[in-house]
DNA sequence: TATAATAGTGACAAAGCTTGTCATAATCGC
DNA sequence: GCGATTATGACAAGCTTTGTCACTATTATA
């Protein structure tokens, strides 16, 4: 094997080990180890962070700064990557502790002159926006943190006006329309809850706490993990084609929309009755596309709700 | 140099430039061509898509799928980059040919095996969402390609339930929660317009138009050009904690509002009298949250929408 | 049609680089 | 102290790389 193709191999073998003795390399390149010393120095002239111990358990590392090894993108890929971390820039706080801009410009800087052109083209002309929000969440790290390795965190949880000390097992963090949320499984409540994290004014890693066995619960199923002894009423509502789209955009779960050709459509399915509250508001923010047949609860909600609202701009 | 620098950096040299010679190479590299012709060999062999022509303005050429040189990121880096294109498959239609999945896989083959695992624990416990819409946006790339070429595009646009056939010259298109949305000039009615990508039903260019030059209209200020002779009035509101947080996530451009100590504030500033609709509309789906003081005519309308709702549900 | 510009190949020797071996040092944990 | 480990230097054998030259082939264009 030619020198080239062997300092190649070797950047990807030392990224895959993180930590690996000169030995070890050598047989298995099938060269000495004086040349997989040279080798070395030569990967950490060409920007390789090598760190190096002597000693028994010693042996070379891979800092934490870490190269991936050339990755073979198309056009194409590059600029669709390109604009999707372009994209995070809309978020005011993100769970990863690099600032995304730095893979941007480097992934910038190392395209060639005309691909850099393309996404100077297009930079101004194609945009995926989040709304900019006000509310910090800089707790994020820790959530995930939580999450990935099932630890219990005590959090400081405002609701209702009131800021609550909770204990909870975070199962996963997601972003909608700009703000993080954190569903978690309550110790306080006995049951999973969803949290927004710009509510959350403290977090930390409880080690005395116990977790869960919660491994197999994640962002795609834990909904289902919700063993609520609810009561459900059947939600029945008319929708205009406008209603159809406002369902697609704001209710996430819960019944879908039923679609006609035309475009419109309704609503029909079971919903938690606890949550008729939220759609009684829901419902009337849509107006007149949306009529509710049924449960008669919402119905009532939706009147008395009207009526408080006209209540404040009395008849002149 | 030795050679494997100087493969290296021949790598990155073929992708900057995309056309070139061997002499070219040679005298750049400070070698003889014979050498050039054989590190151009071993890079093919490596796996970069060379091609080559001879006679008189023949050369040497990097096909299109072309091959990024290696990229330094950091572990966060690389993790971020993964779970901002992990983000784009929320979308049914982007303004790229290709699949991101395809660049989105790459990243994930070639990581280190403990990235790799890093990504797998988090994958179920990080998600950016965007509501997935069942409208279908066909027409991206070619609205993309108009307003970074500053073509004319002839549109059939759904309004009001008639469709209408238009000239645009589109000024760049964005994402805002799942849904796509293209500014441009509209020739129809001589002014700039906000058009909903999912409307329109077909889109190709017009090469007997003559594009207007606004090559220095982008997504960023392209509303400052909106040169209406619009009367505005002047609206005022107040906004309760809640109110304030729809603000942001609902009012993009238009006032901002102001925010107290305790969270809750209040709105003023001016706005188009033709959005009087929209704002009326708007606020009556916020509730009990925003109380709005002026103008008149939107509280009017506010109150007439809340009668007509409310004459849908009569009392029984 | 001739010419010039271009890629591509083979051969060869000189120069240069790479490699393994050996010797030696230094550090560290046990 | 011993063994494992990195680290460095020297050196010669062997291998690779390089430049040169000679040649072929293709093609646009004058």
Chains 1, 2 share one sequence.
């Not at 994640?218 to 009423?233: A, C, F, I, S």
């Amino acid at each position: 094997m030619s020198k080239s193709k062997r300092l190649l191999e070797l950047m990807m073998t030392v990224n895959r080990k993180r930590k690996f003795t000169v030995k070890e390399l050598a047989r298995e390149f099938g060269v000495s180890s004086r040349t997989i010393l040279r080798d070395l120095q030569e990967l950490g002239e060409i920007g390789v962070p090598l760190y190096s111990e002597v000693g028994p358990h010693g042996g070379y590392q891979v800092l934490n700064e870490r190269v991936l090894p050339p990755i073979a993108f198309t056009e194409e890929e590059a600029v669709a990557l390109f604009f999707a971390s372009h994209a995070l820039r809309h978020y005011a706080d993100l769970p990863f502790e690099t600032e995304s801009s730095a893979a941007l410009s480097k992934f910038y800087h190392y395209m060639p002159g005309d691909v850099r052109d393309r996404i100077d083209r297009m930079k101004n002309r194609v945009d995926f926006i989040a709304p900019t929000r006000l509310q910090k969440s800089p707790h994020l790290s820790v959530l995930l943190d939580g999450a990935v390795r099932q630890r219990v965190v005590r959090i400081a949880y405002e609701s209702g006006g009131s800021t609550s000390d909770r204990l909870i097992q975070p199962v996963g963090i997601f972003a909608n329309s700009g703000l993080w949320y954190c569903p978690a499984y309550c110790f306080l409540r006995s049951g999973y809850r969803l949290f927004r994290c710009d509510r959350i004014h403290a977090a930390e890693f409880d080690p005395s706490a116990v977790p869960l066995n919660l491994g197999d619960v994640d962002l795609g199923n834990w909904e289902d993990h919700r063993d609520e002894p609810l009561k459900y009423v059947y939600l029945r509502a008319e929708l205009t084609r406008e209603g159809v789209q406002r369902c697609e955009a704001e209710l996430w779960h819960s019944p879908k929309a039923h679609v006609r050709e035309d475009g419109s459509g309704w609503l029909a399915g079971h919903v938690p009755e606890r949550d008729i509250g939220f759609f009684a508001k829901l419902f009337v923010g849509w107006g007149l596309d949306v009529t509710v047949h049924e449960p008669p609860a919402v119905v009532e909600r939706m009147k008395r709700q009207l009526d408080e609202i006209k209540a404040r701009y009395p008849d002149t």
